[in-house]
């Protein structure tokens, strides 16, 4: 027997044990036993795979088996060149093929657990799985010593599929050991109560400080809330103030607006045309004032004025027609004598 063959056998014989109080206990119970296959089924223990017995039909009818049962199909060369032949042939070997491999699912019943014949071959096909899983080597059999049906139970709920190798196990057996260690040792224990009843004072001082801390602070920072909140109502107050005031100036605007629209309703449309006439005229004639009034008064700053205005329309209009007849070298002259039809002797009438 090869090494990796004993480790496998004592790994089997130290878990089939385990997976038979795992089953028992689990069975007490509904909710429990569907937990506990739901954890078989996804550490892989359920799931086996096996070669096919179904043999598929032939492609065609003309083949030969050799020593392995491999099947070579024998056909004439023109077989190929007839379409029907051919096309049937490529239809079969194009449809699905049933797989050389079936997957067979382990079934657990709940009420044969009880039945020891039933919960060993179980436990021992379960077993068989859990270390073909694993793959334990020969270093690995001490670890899973410490292995009981509890921490069996806590591997098969925290690990998965990826994580369950032995090397994680191994290490969750070594701590819960060394925990198990320290819990019994009476000099560890004593040490811890001691430190404990140590600590207590210094957690009740570091508490009292921090809630003197927690009080101050408290208090300063509702007194600037306070006075944020103050701040925020007057501020508020103000602008409520300035809303109601300019919404009163906006009503009053806005009253006045529709009694003059009642009173223009009301009025004649020759009145209304004659008096928007008549506002027109006024302007006008208050401008022609205004401007005679300048003139009178200082003469001389209303011909700059006069001068300004001429030279703002004048400049453009010059520089538009520059660009306009000045590029090619003809002057406004030659363009006037030119669309008047006129000679260099000749003046428009």
């Known amino acids: 027997m090869s090494p990796e063959n004993r480790a496998d056998e004592v790994f089997m014989d130290l878990h089939r044990p385990l997976f038979e109080s795992v089953l028992l206990s689990a069975s007490g119970d509904e909710k ?3 937990h506990r296959v739901k954890t078989f089924e996804s550490s892989g223990l359920l799931d086996f795979q096996t070669a096919s017995t179904l043999k598929p039909k032939p492609v065609i009818e003309q083949f ?36 050389k491999w079936m997957r067979y699912r382990l079934p657990l019943h709940r009420d044969k657990v009880s039945d020891p014949q039933y919960r060993q071959d179980i436990a021992k096909v379960l077993a068989f ?4 899983h694993l793959k334990p080597q020969d270093m690995d059999i001490m670890y899973m010593r410490l292995m009981d049906a509890e921490a069996l139970e806590h591997c098969l709920d925290k690990f998965n599929l990826i994580s369950l190798t032995p090397d994680n ?9 060394a925990n198990e260690l320290l819990d019994k040792n009476e000099e560890f224990n004593a040490l811890i109560a001691r430190m404990q ?18 009080a101050k602070y408290r208090a300063e920072s509702q007194a600037a809330m306070d006075a944020i909140a103050e701040e925020a109502r007057l501020r508020a107050d103000t602008a409520i103030a300035e809303i109601q005031a300019r ?18 309703s009301d009025e004649d449309p020759q009145v209304a045309f004659r008096r928007t006439v008549d506002a027109s ?3 006008r004639n208050a401008a022609i004032k205004r401007l005679g009034r300048m003139r009178r008064r200082k003469p001389l700053g209303f011909m700059w004025w006069a001068a300004s205005r001429l030279a703002i329309l004048g400049i453009p209009v010059a520089l538009a027609m520059f660009m306009e007849f000045g590029e090619d070298g003809t002057t406004i002259v030659e363009f006037a004598r030119e669309y008047f039809g006129l000679s260099d002797n000749q003046q428009p009438e």
């Open 129 to 132: 799985k859990w270390v073909g």
């Open 197 to 214: 009843a140590e600590f207590v004072p210094i957690r009740e001082q570091v508490m009292a400080e921090i809630r003197e801390i927690t």
């Open 64 to 99: 030969v088996e050799d020593a392995d049962g491999e099947r070579m199909y024998l056909f004439g060369e023109k077989q190929l060149d007839q379409p029907r032949w051919k096309n049937r042939l490529i239809r079969k070997l194009k449809a699905p093929r049933p797989s």
């Open 169 to 177: 196990l191994n290490d969750y057996l070594l701590r819960r050991f």
């Open 32 to 34: 429990r036993w569907a």
């Open 247 to 264: 919404a009163a100036v906006n009503k009053a605007s806005y009253e006045r607006f529709l009694a003059e629209n009642a009173s223009k």
């Open 281 to 283: 005229i006024a302007r």
